[in-house]
């Protein structure tokens, strides 16, 4: 029953929260429709070719499913990227170990952790959606279900790799580096025509890590989110920081409560130093995808940049904006 007191009262309660938002771009709960335009966002250089293989599928008839995980093998075959795939540094114990997982616009979901010897940990995140009543499957089990499905048994580690372990060996420290080579996981968002978002996030995680050590990466909710009613987000840097915000979907729960892509990204990376004392000493960069094809992205540290495609001849690179 309609009560002016309640009225007041929520209203007042309303204006206060408004007023605590930092950035009220899209009343809450108000729906953010699709388009019909195609649109590919991932984390760093290595995303401009993940993003023109992704989009070739998409112009194929494929689903952004198939887009998204044609776009990260990619770099998943690159020898010469160091933070993903084949030629992927390793742990301090000389084991490549790889991370990576996959989200379709249906929610379903897959991934695999602390795989070794697979050149396309995606492609067995995806076999893990697709044909198990699983979401994630690690270590050795997930190479023998990479195996039983013909997946190929290859050496990962390449003379590059093998060399920078070996150097790193001279003193052994444990201090991951900022933005390393400026390259490192790729997260990688599509939208098709239809509107529909997926998502795919692979990596080798941190170089020279603990062998067993799982970042974000793989983590459904923190390197990667998607809800095709919103949107999709994914995340770069600091497993450990990434993870214990559930970052990526933070991310896409802001924008359903109206932050714009790069707001939300934003908000992330503020939670991340709210609850991270060591915040200064590590990168933490977050991408979104929404579903009116707007897109944002925002690091931690300066030198966060993501390619951004949304026609065949519009992909380009863009600096994030960083919080310090
Ligand atoms: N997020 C990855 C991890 O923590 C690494 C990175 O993106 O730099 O494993």
Redesign the pocket.
């Known amino acids: 029953m309609f009560n002016r007191r309640n009225f007041l009262k929520k209203s007042a309660i309303f204006t206060s929260l408004a007023g605590l938002a930092p950035w009220p771009t899209l009343a809450a709960g108000r729906k953010v429709t699709a388009t019909g335009k195609t649109t590919i966002i991932s984390t760093w250089n290595h995303g401009l070719q993940a993003n023109v293989a992704a989009w070739r599928v998409l112009q194929n008839g494929g689903s952004a499913t198939d887009a998204v995980e044609a776009g990260v093998r990619v770099p998943e075959s690159d020898p010469e990227n160091t933070?993903v795939g084949l030629g992927g540094m390793p742990d301090r114990d000389g084991h490549v170990t790889l991370?990576a997982c996959i989200m379709d616009p249906s929610g379903n979901c897959g991934g695999v952790a602390g795989l070794e010897h697979i050149e396309h940990p995606i492609s067995v995140a995806r076999k893990v959606m697709d044909d198990t009543p699983h979401v994630l499957l690690v270590g050795d089990g997930a190479l023998q279900f990479a195996l039983a499905n013909g997946f190929e048994k290859k050496d990962l580690l390449t003379a590059k790799t093998y060399k920078a372990w070996q150097e790193w060996f001279k003193k052994a420290e444990y201090k991951p580096v900022i933005n390393?080579e400026n390259h490192?996981?790729i997260g990688l968002l599509a939208q098709d025509k239809d509107g529909n978002i997926a998502g795919a996030c692979t990596?080798s995680?941190?170089a020279f890590k603990m062998y067993g050590r799982v970042?974000?990466?793989p983590i459904i909710g923190a390197?990667l989110y998607v809800d095709n009613d919103i949107g999709g987000a994914t995340?770069?840097?600091?497993?450990e920081a990434?993870v214990k915000v559930a970052g990526s979907h933070l991310v896409v729960e802001l924008m359903r409560q109206g932050y714009a892509p790069e707001e939300a990204c934003k908000a992330a990376v503020e939670r991340i130093v709210k609850k991270e004392p060591g915040y200064k000493n590590l990168q933490a960069g977050f991408l979104a995808l929404r579903k009116d094809g707007k897109t944002g992205g925002y690091a931690l540290q300066k030198g966060f940049n993501y390619a951004l495609m949304t026609g065949p001849d519009n992909n380009r690179m863009v600096d994030a904006r960083a919080l310090l």
């Not at 995340?235 to 497993?239: D, E, F, K, R």
């Open positions: 933070s991370d390393i490192d996981t990596t995680g941190l970042g974000d990466s390197g995340a770069t840097g600091m497993g990434i």
